[in-house]
């Protein structure tokens, strides 16, 4: 069963792997439960925005290289896009199969680095505080 994103174009315009699905044209069936999930995003993106911004202005952390559960997140949506591309193309059961599968790897990747890039933060936070002298 397919689904077509047309009506979800805005909310999905942003994500890497929503540009992917746009450009495809369709979703698998599973993967409305991601689609739904896109109605928060704009909210979500918000809260990492804002904690950057006030990291960067009340501390002296200026550097945030990219982690390996970062680049596997990364890999993931990629691939993402491809099988959504070739599951257009060619339209069978394992295009849609390993397609379904990808989309809940990207769901998980994706929670898996946020966590990952919060405990990071949070080491180099408390690290931070604690390696200043105190004040007088």
């Given at each position: ?35 739904a999930l896109q109605n928060s995003k704009s909210s979500l993106l918000f ?41 257009n193309y060619l339209e069978t059961y394992w295009t849609r199969e390993i ?7 990207t769901a998980g990747t994706v929670l898996l680095s946020s966590v990952h ?20």
């Amino acid at each position: 069963m397919r689904t077509t994103c047309a009506g979800r174009a805005n909310e999905s315009e942003t994500s890497v792997t929503g540009i992917g699905l746009l450009i495809s044209g369709s979703l698998p069936f599973s993967a409305d439960l991601l689609a739904a999930l896109q109605n928060s995003k704009s909210s979500l993106l918000f809260i990492p925005l804002a904690i950057l911004l006030v990291v960067v202005l009340t501390t002296e952390i200026r550097s945030f290289p990219p982690s390996l559960v970062g680049k596997v997140n990364t890999a993931v949506q990629i691939t993402t896009i491809f099988a959504v591309l070739t599951h257009n193309y060619l339209e069978t059961y394992w295009t849609r199969e390993i397609t379904t599968f990808l989309m809940a790897a990207t769901a998980g990747t994706v929670l898996l680095s946020s966590v990952h890039y919060a405990l990071e933060m949070s080491r180099r936070l408390h690290f931070h505080h604690h390696s200043r002298p105190p004040r007088s």
